[in-house]
C-alpha cells in the first residue's frame, strides 16, 4: 500500500507523481513480483500514479518486471490519504509509531541527547528492524504487549548475566570469552529498549496522552455532541495536555460536528487560543 501525502503542490506534481513511481518500482524489484494494480477510482493523483506506475511495469520496462509468476499475485492500492482527514490526527500506540511521533526518528537514529538521565553512550540509539531483533518482532505491536515483551527480554537477560557470573572451570571461561561480543550487544540492546520505552512511558503520563486517546477514540468511533463537547473541553483546561494534542481534539470535534453545533466550536476555537500565542481567535494555525 502506497499512502499520498496529504498536501500534494500542483506545480510540483509531477515530480511527486515521478518519485513515488520509482519508489513504488524499487520496492517491487526488491521483492522481484509484479503486482497487479488498483487505485481509488475517485482521486486523479491515485489514478495518475497507478497508471504511470502500470506502464512502467508492464510496457516500458516490462523485460525487467518479467519475475516468475506465483501462486499468490502482489497487490498495488494507490490510495489518496485526503480522503481520510481523521487517522493522521489520532495518537498512534505501536512501538515504531509512538517514537516517531513522541520522540522522533530520522535515519533509523533517535536522538535521546535532550532526556534526563540517559547514559552518554545511549544519547543516540539505532532503530533498525534489519540489525535489532527485538524491534523488528516489537514495531508493530501495541503499548501494553511491547511492555510485558520487554520485561520478558530484560528477565532473559538477567539469567544470562547471572550464568555468566557462575564460571568454574577454564572451558567456561573460554565460553565466556567467544560469547563475550554477542554479550555486550544483548546488553546494549536491552538498554536501549528500557531506555525507550522508559522516555515513552513518561511522555505518555506527562502529557495525559492516555486520556486523550478516549476522547479522540470517542470522536472517531462515538456518537454525541453534548459528551464530545464536555469531554474536549475538560482536557483543553488540563494544563498537562499539549498544545498539539488540543488542536487536534478540536479538528476532530470539528469534522464531526462542524455542521451540528458550529457554537459550541466556536467556543472550543476560543479556548485553544486562550491557551497559546499560536493560535489566534476563530483560527486555528500550528506551527
Known sequence: MYMLPT?????????FCDRAVDGIAS??????????????RTSDVAKRIAQETARLMYEQESGLFDFR?????????????????????LNQWTYQAMVHELIGIENNKVDLMGFA?????????????????????NMFENFGDLGMNLKRMVDDFQHLSKSSLNLQSIGDMAKFVSNYPEYRKTHGNVTKHVNLVSELSR?????????????????????????????VT?????????????????????LRYEKESPVQLMQLFNKLASHSAKYKSGVCKFH
Open 117 to 137: 538521565n540517559i547514559p552518554k553512550d545511549q544519547q543516540e540509539v539505532v532503530l533498525s528492524s534489519v540489525q535489532d531483533d527485538f524491534f523488528r518482532a
Open 7 to 15: 498536501v500534494v503542490d500542483p506545480p510540483g506534481m509531477q515530480g
Open 27 to 40: 520496492v517491487f524489484l526488491a521483492l522481484k513480483r509484479r503486482p497487479v494494480i488498483r487505485y481509488q
Open 234 to 254: 475538560s482536557l483543553l483546561n488540563n494544563e498537562s495536555v499539549s498544545d498539539i494534542d488540543r488542536l487536534r481534539l478540536v479538528m476532530l470535534y470539528a
Open 69 to 89: 509468476r506465483t501462486e499468490n499475485s502482489s497487490l498495488l492500492l494507490v490510495i489518496d490519504r485526503r480522503d481520510d482527514p481523521v487517522t493522521p490526527l
Open 203 to 231: 511522555i505518555v503520563e506527562e502529557r495525559k496522552l492516555m486520556l486523550v486517546s478516549q476522547t479522540e477514540q470517542e470522536l472517531a468511533c462515538t456518537s454525541g455532541q453534548a459528551a464530545a463537547f464536555e469531554a
